[in-house]
């Protein structure tokens, strides 16, 4: 499978830079999905949570509060105004799980993402 750049920034740093497989974005319209060779967009993002998968074919996870992505044929950037990686070792992964929650319920957005955000985070958390 084709890789692509994948950029996720916060205004305190940069999250994540490497390439990926595919990305799954929570845009203000729905999820949506990105692979290498997508058609050039720009779109906002709402609370939710980003997954994308490593070209080691293993899955990670980024809660955002909110933010946009630019969509290049081979390169997506999230500009987001916080964000939350859930990976690491377990006791890391506890602590990120709870800042990640933290971070979704005071984001400024409706009732229904946030709880939408906060299930899928607790999901990940069971299944890691």
Do not use: W
């Amino acid at each position: 499978m084709e890789l692509m750049k994948l950029e996720i920034i916060t205004p305190n740093g940069v999250i994540f830079d490497g390439e990926v497989k595919q990305v799954t974005l929570p845009g203000s319209e729905g999820e949506f999905g990105v692979l290498a060779g997508h058609a050039t967009l720009v779109s906002l993002l709402d609370t939710g949570v980003i997954v994308y998968e490593r070209a080691d074919s293993k899955e990670t996870a980024v809660a955002i509060n909110s933010g946009y992505v630019k969509v290049d044929e081979g390169k997506t950037t999230c500009i987001v105004d916080g964000a939350v990686a859930l990976s690491g070792e377990d006791s890391d992964l506890a602590k990120a799980l709870e800042a990640a929650k933290a971070l979704l319920e005071k984001a400024q957005a409706s009732s229904t993402a946030i709880a939408a955000a906060v299930s899928k985070v607790e999901q990940i958390g069971k299944s890691l």
